[in-house]
């Protein structure tokens, strides 16, 4: 079995593995570092919880140390992209984790926090900087930072990135960077889009794909089930109340609707919180810290998390809307079964999310198991509480005047066609979660 020891990485950055626990490295880290060390381009098709990060890092810190070198002013020597700000943040954590005691400077730069703390960072110069591209931009666009000295660079979920509409951004930022230098790109999926702008970075790279394009965690147990788009609130609810659920990931397509899933959760009694980009840097923060330390076990994200947040124990991921782009389900449900544990993923599909169910069963080869309706699920969905904005508003003045604007009418789940036939709660396994 192959070790860290085994790969060719300095003392030192063994030193630092040791101290978090490593010893064996995962099969991208043994693919990919010795290329790395040899100073190779590199394109990887990764799923995230894959140790990819360590990959591109452990080498890079070892390149940076063993050529030391002043910081440049207003610059940096190693560039990495992250199309997220949770994932921006882990990376930069784990780079000071690895590099300590080898006297290197890491930054961090995203949106939502001050840029005038950011400026300075970068006017002092530094060895690694990881960013988001906007952010990036930026910077770049009041002078405060510049490209010129970067040795290593390193784009990581390459797909997200095209996904979230960076792509004019990127093409910017490549022909801002140096011609001679080490580029790195990671995307967990390859469509021909991608490979094309992998070919805008690389020069001659190295392939490493540790998982096949699409492929779905092979210890996650999926389910779907199948319910009316107004009863998905009221199933949800009931099957977090009634299945043991150490950590719990639920995905939502829009910011407003993860709000309102918090508040339904809210008045059920079962504590919960939102993660999306209309919340400020800081609560997103808050919130994924509770998450961490388990003061919550539900977290409700938009898909801005599905690539973000890299958090043990999540049993379970919950698709309360489908996401009507296929790649992007092997994303939330590679929250759980990572660090090889087990995990659960759920899908809610209502009538019109039926095609895109058929498009994730197309790409990834799985055909999800059918998890019928808890007992008595109508009885249960009619008791539960409602928020404070869904209670019944009156429906005039006494007078035939329309109700105020703004109140909303009483949510009541209609029945299912076949409810009755549908009986049992959604199914466990995994090793006893």
């Known amino acids: 079995m192959t070790k860290f020891s085994d790969l060719g990485l300095s003392p030192q950055i063994l030193s630092a593995l040791a101290t978090k626990g490593y010893d064996i490295p995962t099969p991208i880290q043994v693919q990919s570092i010795p290329a790395l060390i040899e100073g190779r381009d590199l394109c990887g098709i990764a799923q995230t919880g894959t140790g990819k990060t360590a990959a591109f890092a452990l080498p890079s810190i070892m390149r940076l140390a063993a050529n030391p070198r002043p910081r440049p002013p207003g610059g940096c020597r190693m560039l990495v992209l992250s199309p997220t700000r949770e994932l921006a943040a882990q990376i930069a954590q784990s780079f000071e984790d690895y590099s300590k005691g080898q006297r290197l400077s890491v930054g961090v730069v995203f949106g939502g926090m ?20 906007g952010r990036l931009i930026d910077l770049i666009e009041q002078r405060a930072l510049n490209l010129r000295h970067v040795e290593i660079f390193v784009l990581d979920e390459a797909d997200q990135m095209l996904d979230l509409g960076f792509i004019h951004a990127l093409k910017q930022i490549d ?10 790109f990671f995307s967990a999926t390859m469509p021909k889009t991608i490979a094309e702008l992998g070919s805008r970075f690389l020069n001659n790279p190295v392939h490493v794909a540790v998982t096949p394009v699409a492929s779905t965690a092979e210890r996650v147990d999926q389910y779907a089930t199948f319910v009316n788009q107004a009863e998905k609130q009221a199933l949800l609810t009931i099957v977090l109340k009634n299945e043991p659920i150490e950590r719990a990931l639920v995905f939502s397509r829009t910011k407003h609707g993860a709000d309102r899933i918090v508040k339904h959760l809210a008045a059920a009694g079962i504590r919960s ?7 400020s840097q800081n609560a997103r923060m808050d919130a994924l810290d509770s998450f961490k330390k388990g003061d919550i076990k539900i977290l409700v994200a938009t898909d801005i998390a599905a690539r973000g947040i890299d958090v043990s124990g999540v049993s379970h991921v919950f698709n309360f809307d489908l996401p009507n782009v296929p790649e992007q389900y092997v994303h939330r449900i590679g929250r759980t079964a990572r660090a ?34 808890p007992t008595d699920f109508a009885t249960k969905a009619a008791s539960l509480p409602k928020p404070a904005f869904q209670r019944e508003a009156p429906r005039g003045n006494g007078r035939g005047a329309p109700a105020p604007t703004g109140e909303k009418r009483r949510f009541t789940p209609r029945r299912a066609p076949g409810v009755g036939a549908h009986r049992g709660a959604v199914k466990r396994s995994g090793g006893g979660r």
Request: proline share 6%; hydrophobic share 40%.
């Open 175 to 184: 022909r801002l960077l140096p011609k001679q230098r080490q580029s790195l």
């Open 273 to 279: 919180a939102a993660i999306h980009g209309n919340k």
């Open 340 to 373: 090889g544990a087990t995990g659960i993923a759920v899908s809610f599909v209502a009538g019109e999310e039926k095609g895109w169910l058929r498009d994730i069963e197309k790409l990834t080869g799985v055909k999800l198991q059918t998890a019928p309706l």
């Open 114 to 133: 001050p840029i005038g703390r950011q400026i300075k960072m970068c006017g002092a110069g530094l060895d690694v900087l990881v960013a988001t591209p």
